[in-house]
């Protein structure tokens, strides 16, 4: 997938926002990330476990409209608003993180939980790299 | 709507996030918005003047996206991070404000950027009153 | 919110796929519902039913992302494929109808599940009115 | 990207809607497409050619919105309305389809049509091969 999402940036006649190669990373990681947020959610209700699970259900749907959204946000190079998509950048962060955290309290009884725990600190992690170089741009463009 | 909308908030067990009234009032501005943005991006694109309404497109289509999932996040009332819906309301408040700029600097000319860009501005005022409260049920709930 | 969806279609240079009353209605309905199918979920999971609610989250949550693609679809009036556009309305009539059938049985036990269902059928009944304008502007095209 | 994707499903409780192997292909081609068109319409608006690609630009739009929801859908497996399911996964197709028509189209002039509609072709594949299998699952649950 990685290379599909890195061609598409380079056929475009916009320069990316960032390194196509960092940007692709950080794309490819949200979608999964969304995908594997919706899957625990729906799993997490699978369990019926009434009370247990549902702050990580509902971390888990915002999670995953939150990196739909910046997956998006993300494949547009056309004119973009840097300081905008860097906060969107920090927002995906902190919801990556928070569901990272939620869904590893129940990693060692749910198996869902502990590997979209993981998905997610790893698209915390992309999203923590492309951070410095959107808002390196945004200052570049003022 | 917002009678609608706040009559499904008063249904739910859970306390909502922030009083009925203020949280419906966001909810329906974010889905107003983004559908006005949608519109406008798509207005923009049927008025065939290439280069000039890029970033109006552009930005729309953003703007469009992060309401939609600001709506999402402030309809679930199920424990919330009160802390994660504060800086989303934050950000959605950033885009409407950048799209409000951009379509109203096309106004003149274009009706449906005039009109997107007041109901952005009206997104934006609601956003920024239902901050101090979902920031401040954050801080009572530490 | 209805004027102002029917503002936006009536500023665009392009014309509307259907009257501009019929389409604004069904993307009024369509964002109304895809609101209450989240919130309905929602709300259902707050019940703490575990099993008894399972199918009404599941369908509320896929009733709510096919209303929000339809509202997106019916908002854009550049040379749209109408053939596509007609079986997307008759997918969300299909989606709104299980969800209401879904919802009403648990409307005489749970309020959030009787409003969203009465929804469900007022957004059934505008999908079933655009449909015959869509399919017949599809025919007049071809 | 397959292999999360198939992991997610089997730690489910709930037993997938076809095979893992069938589904996780068709959920990550629908990911992948939705990417695609979104660049491929952004792409589109920055070759600045009035008029020439506003169909193209449209049709991945709605195409992008369609693969998105149709991923979310075919992620949860608690209690599906499988016939919904179905009647999806052939709008889906029929979406793709129309997009990868019009991107060929384009092909030789643009390479991001090019690449898009070779993507929109393998997610089309990928819809009618779960199409039987959806079907055939919804006709033994009646």
Known sequence: ???????????????PMATPDALASCIQACLVCAQACTACADACIAERTPGELEHCIRINLDCADICTTTAR??????????????SLLELCASACESCAIECGRHGHTYLHAH?????????????RRLIPLT???????H
Do not use: F, W, Y
Request: glycine share 2%; with cysteine; aromatic share 0%.
């Open 1 to 15: 997938m990685h290379r599909t999402v890195e061609r598409m940036l380079r056929t475009n006649v916009e320069r």
């Open 73 to 86: 946000v993300l494949t547009r190079q056309v004119k973009p608003d840097l300081g905008l998509v860097t």
């Open 115 to 127: 590997v979209c725990a993981s998905i997610c600190h790893e698209t915390l992690d992309q999203c």
């Open 135 to 141: 808002a390196e741009a945004a200052r570049a463009h």
